[in-house]
């Protein structure tokens, strides 16, 4: 599904990710661990070129996504991603921001991405905020609805950057559930995390990252 080549990443003359490589198969669920500044946020960015990597190769799905002729819209549609600080439109409401992409993008009927987004809520157990904003609600309920979000949009790979830094303990119980779901049907999973029991209950496979590189 995903092979990274010899990745090299710079900022201010810092080398972030130096000579990474990996490959990922598939409904595999690979969680990256390791230190606070080893590169294991920036490294998750630059699958979906939320960052530009200095040098190497992306290929997803056959395609090297750093070529010229990508259409990076396009792979981002299909590669999902829950960032650390949420990155939710402070003036939607959680319906609208849950729904908003399905809807302009997918071209999905509204009644029916609605119905979807209700269905997931519940699941996550904030049904009764659908219709607060971002503002009203507490760290964890933001994450939630960040994971909803992506889950939205059907994507071939979700990456999940700290999926569980704000969540307590029986949120954590839920987005695990979920992404042992995801992978059961077909859903590939990246993620960083510093939580490695949540790591071990979930992930097929676990990497360490140190200094930029994977050890």
Known sequence: MIEVKRLVKVFN???????????????ECVFIYGP????KSTFLRCLNLLERPASGDIV???????SPDCDVSKVRQR???VCQEFDLFTNYTVLDNIT????????????????E??????????????????????GGQRQCVAIIRALMMSP???????????LDNQMQLGVRDVVRDLCKSGVTIVGTTHNSR???????????????RLV
């Open 13 to 27: 003359g810092c080398t972030v990710l130096d000579d990474v490589s990996i490959k990922i198969e598939k409904s």
């Open 36 to 39: 606070s500044g080893a590169g």
């Open 60 to 66: 997803f799905a056959g395609q090297n996504i750093l």
């Open 79 to 81: 590669m999902g991603m």
């Open 100 to 115: 908003l992409a399905p809807i302009k993008l997918l071209k999905k009927p509204a009644e029916e991405a609605i119905n």
């Open 117 to 138: 987004g209700c269905e997931l809520l519940e699941r996550f157990g904030i049904w009764d905020k659908i219709y607060s904003l971002p503002c009203r609600l507490s």
């Open 156 to 166: 071939d790979v979700i990456l999940f950057d700290e999926p569980t830094s704000a």
């Open 198 to 212: 949540f790591a071990e209950s979930v992930a097929t496979r676990m990497v360490q990252m140190e200094g930029g």
